[in-house]
């Protein structure tokens, strides 16, 4: 999964993605301790795609949030001289 195809999707979009991910880890770590992954960097692509897409849900998030309130000016708050 590249950064580039998660940047498009809707944010509902990426809870359903998010959760296929979860699941795909969650058999992925059955598999590791039966003996029967035979992919096992697979694991580590899992892992980092969830972390992927947390990322950019958080960005979105975020980004919604300031469009919504003014963005506050940066001002001294020092004493007088």
């Known amino acids: 999964m590249k950064a580039e195809d998660v940047k ?3 944010i509902d979009e990426l809870k359903k993605l998010l ?4 699941k795909k880890q969650f058999n992925l770590r059955f598999q590791r301790s039966q003996g029967q992954l ?3 960097a697979e694991v ?3 892992r980092r ?3 992927r897409i947390k990322t950019f849900m958080a960005q979105k998030v ?4 300031g ?14 001289a």
Do not use: C, Q, W, Y
Request: net charge positive.
């Open 19 to 22: 959760l296929d991910l979860k």
């Open 67 to 80: 469009k919504k309130t003014p963005a506050k000016k940066a001002g001294k708050t020092g004493k007088a």
């Open 8 to 10: 498009t999707t809707t």
């Open 49 to 51: 795609d969830i972390a």
């Open 62 to 65: 975020s980004g919604e949030a």
């Open 38 to 40: 035979e992919n096992t």
């Open 44 to 46: 580590r692509s899992v």
